[in-house]
């Protein structure tokens, strides 16, 4: 297998050492070509779907150095990377970190059920799994059937009524009520909003049945691990269906009456379960090479590139494919097209004349587990974030169609529109702005940490997260002309002499939602009992109630916060631009504070308020 790889990265090798002897003209071009060549190598089955902190994740990593060795990139990382199968090079382009790669299940899951004269005792994953927002612990009681957990203002719907519930372990329908397009009993399919409310009203345990005859593992689809501070099972649909016989129910009748009104029933089944669910934290490695820039005064400062390497492995949660056994998913598009992409580009701009500024090359581990890699970066930077003038983000940029381009964060600052659109003359793309710089990948963690932001990106397909996503479906000649763009966009950012202004949006504003409280995660915090706090905004609710780098939101309006998911919850419902209290843990001790979040107005109408 190593010998099969050493072969690769030789080939790879000499196909650049070959665009290196012609014209640098053409050696500052983007050869779709060499495209090829580095999506091959990193969609074989050497690399086994480049899991983070597996070796084929750590084959990847030392492909992309040698790549940036043989581009002529300055190594800039801090450290060698763990090599199970070879000596190690001590390139030093790597920067190393722990990874949250998600949940590993301890021999203490336990499920057990007993009505009138029958006592279960359920296999786990045959018939339930924790979920990775369980907590661990052990709990014992009577069930409640509380339907599919809503509780919304908006929806004028509370699927708990009156009933206290403290204690009670309460059994829910996976997904959100049938209703009409555009209902906002939409939004609460997710198992996020489920756990929230029922542990609210103060629940033991939250079991969520399965919407359809699958394995409960099939759809246990968050990524990496959240503690939400009980015990959350996906238990199998047939587990539910027994539960509600016991009370004189069948299932599908349930649900059609639920679907008109929504009622909490207890039913004659006592249960005890344990959940023993542990963070599983495996070595990976970000790789980081840098082309200095050629102005003694701006060459300190540098526009970062990035693209993530990793990918699903043999599968797992987040796979969408149909067979749900293991199996390589290559990832050719997501994201061996980007990280190719970073290995052209490194080519193309060392063969070229130098920018002014420096120009960091990042290949990023753990993006698919939760942006894991780059925000490590941004908390142990290897240049400074605020020499970090932008960062421009390529993700799945390998599916071109009809010339559409969608760039994601134009909102971060207000130069991008007019450069991108200026550029775009003569790349002819149908670009597509949005100024939402929060979309799921890398570019997230630099612009909370207080850089511009652009991420490139062609759109997604059938052949997203299945074994389907292979070298042969990649668009090379369009990727190359893509590629060109950021080309162009790089070096114009490089060689200005003024930085690019920063634009700050809230990222707790819900999408499509209403009010803003203006805290900025800290994404690297090993905080699980709480919210931790990296910045606030200047202006917003968070700043003016006392809110400051450190803190930890615990709660909010009553909520217990323990996500920045829990909290865009909260902040998503009708009211929550009301005053409300806000508890935070700071320097050992719990302060209570009240914020007002900022609602903006509905169209057409005035507003006064300060943001």
């Known amino acids: 297998m190593q010998r ?9 090798a000499a196909a650049s ?15 779709p070509e060499q495209l090829r ?8 089955d050497t690399l086994e779907g480049r899991g983070t902190g597996t070796p084929g994740g750590d084959r990847a990593a030392r492909m992309i150095a040698a790549e940036f060795r043989n581009a002529g990139l300055k190594p800039l990382g801090t450290a060698r990377l763990r090599d199970p199968e070879a000596p190690l090079d001590g390139s030093g382009y790597f920067q190393p970190f722990l990874a949250a790669v998600g949940a590993d299940l301890g021999p203490g899951n336990a499920l057990r059920a007993r009505w009138a004269k029958r006592s279960v005792s359920y296999p786990p994953e045959a018939s339930f799994v924790p979920s990775t927002l369980s907590g661990s612990g052990t709990v014992s009681g009577p069930v409640m059937f509380a339907g599919y957990g809503v509780v919304s203002r908006a929806a004028g719907r509370d699927d708990y009524g009156d009933r206290d519930i403290h204690g009670r372990v309460v059994l829910l329908l996976a997904g959100a009520p049938p209703a009409d397009a555009g209902s906002p009993l939409a939004a609460f399919a997710g198992i996020y909003h489920k756990v929230l409310f029922a542990r609210d009203r103060g629940a033991a345990a939250v079991i969520v049945a399965a919407g359809d005859d699958s394995d409960p593992a099939r759809w246990n689809t968050n990524r990496g691990f959240t503690d939400e501070g009980l015990p959350v099972l996906l238990v199998a649909r047939r587990v539910a269906a027994e539960w509600l016989g016991a009370a004189g129910w069948t299932l599908e009748p349930a649900r059609r009456e639920l679907a008109a009104r929504p009622w909490p029933l207890d039913l004659p089944v006592e249960v005890e379960l344990s959940t023993d669910v542990r963070k599983r934290r495996l070595p990976a490695a970000n790789v980081a090479g840098i082309l200095e820039g050629a102005d003694p005064a701006l060459g300190g400062e540098v526009v970062a590139v990035g693209a993530h390497f990793d990918h699903l492995g043999l599968g797992g949660p987040t796979s969408l494919a149909a067979d749900r056994r293991p199996a390589i998913h290559p990832g050719a598009d997501d994201n061996a097209s980007g990280a190719a992409g970073l290995i052209a580009l490194a080519r193309a701009l060392a063969a070229g004349p130098r920018p002014r500024r420096s120009v960091l090359f990042l290949a990023f581990s753990g993006e698919e587990l939760g942006l894991l890699g780059s925000a490590h970066y941004v908390k142990h930077p290897l240049v400074p974030i605020g020499k970090t003038v932008a960062m421009v983000n390529m993700d799945m940029i390998g599916r071109l169609r009809a010339d559409r381009l969608a760039v994601i964060g134009t909102g971060s600052s207000p130069a991008w529109p007019n450069l991108l659109e200026e550029l775009n003359r003569e790349a ?15 570019q997230q963690s630099f612009f909370l940490g207080g850089v511009p ?6 759109g997604k397909h059938a052949e997203y997260h299945t074994p389907a996503d292979t070298e042969d479906t990649i668009n090379r000649p369009g990727e190359a002309r893509v590629l060109e763009l ?10 200005e002499t003024g930085r690019p202004a920063f634009r700050e949006l809230d990222p707790s504003a819900p999408r499509g939602g209403r009010a803003t409280f203006g ?8 905080e699980s009992a709480g919210l931790s706090v990296a910045r606030t905004i200047a202006g917003s609710a968070a700043r003016r109630a006392g809110i400051r780098p450190g803190d930890v939101v615990v709660a909010f309006g009553g909520h217990a916060i323990r996500s920045a998911q829990d909290l865009r919850i909260v902040l998503s419902e009708p009211g929550s631009g009301e005053p409300a209290q806000v508890r935070v843990r700071r320097d050992g001790r719990e302060v209570s504070l009240t914020a007002t979040p900022y609602v903006p107005p509905e169209p057409g109408e005035a507003s006064g308020a300060a943001r």
């Open 4 to 12: 099969r790889l050493l072969l690769l990265l030789f080939a790879a």
């Open 17 to 31: 050492r070959a665009a290196a002897a012609t014209s640098p003209a053409a050696a500052a071009a983007i050869d």
């Open 37 to 44: 060549a580095s999506i091959h190598i990193l969609t074989s």
């Open 428 to 442: 002819g793309f149908r670009l597509q702005f949005t100024d939402d710089p929060y979309g799921g990948s890398d």
């Open 453 to 458: 932001v652009l991420f490139f990106f062609t």
């Open 486 to 495: 950021v080309r162009r966009c790089v070096e114009r950012i490089a060689g």
């Open 519 to 526: 805290i900025i995660p800290d994404l690297a915090s090993e």
